[in-house]
């Protein structure tokens, strides 16, 4: 069984970093894009960076320039290097990951999330 295990979360002031890690657990074959998802009170979830397998990131406007996603693809981990936190950058922070594996002799695609980690940017 394939699960993904975030961790970095916490409570930092504004203008503060954290570092956000993914870990993926299990027997897989192959990890395609990986990326993280945040998701407010009474908003919906999104996007917030992601990076494709040969390591190209993607950013919406609103932390271009402050956070960096990174992965270490001989670990099947996923990084979010926050900085410059602001208040409205408080949510819970889900990664998620297009994961390949092998079952029933054939090799199957699925989008996989973590459980989510707590980000609040608060003075």
């Known amino acids: 069984q394939v699960q993904l295990v975030e961790s970095g979360g916490g409570l930092v002031q504004p203008g503060g970093s954290l570092r956000l890690s993914c870990a993926t657990h299990?027997?897989?074959?192959?990890?395609?894009?990986m990326g993280w998802y945040r998701q407010a009170p009474g908003k919906e979830r999104e996007l917030v960076a992601s990076?494709?397998?040969?390591?190209?990131?993607n950013y919406p406007d609103s932390v271009k320039g402050r956070f960096t996603i990174s992965r270490d693809n001989a670990e099947h981990t996923v990084f979010l290097q926050m900085n410059s936190l602001k208040p409205e950058d408080t949510a819970i922070y889900y990664c998620?990951?297009?994961?390949?594996?092998?079952?029933?002799?054939?090799?199957?695609?699925?989008?996989?999330w973590g459980q989510g980690t707590q980000v609040t940017v608060s003075s």
């Open positions: 299990g027997i897989i074959s192959s990890i395609n894009d």
């Open positions: 998620k990951a297009e994961i390949y594996v092998w079952r029933n002799y054939a090799r199957q695609r699925g989008d996989y």
């Open positions: 990076i494709s397998s040969a390591g190209i990131p």
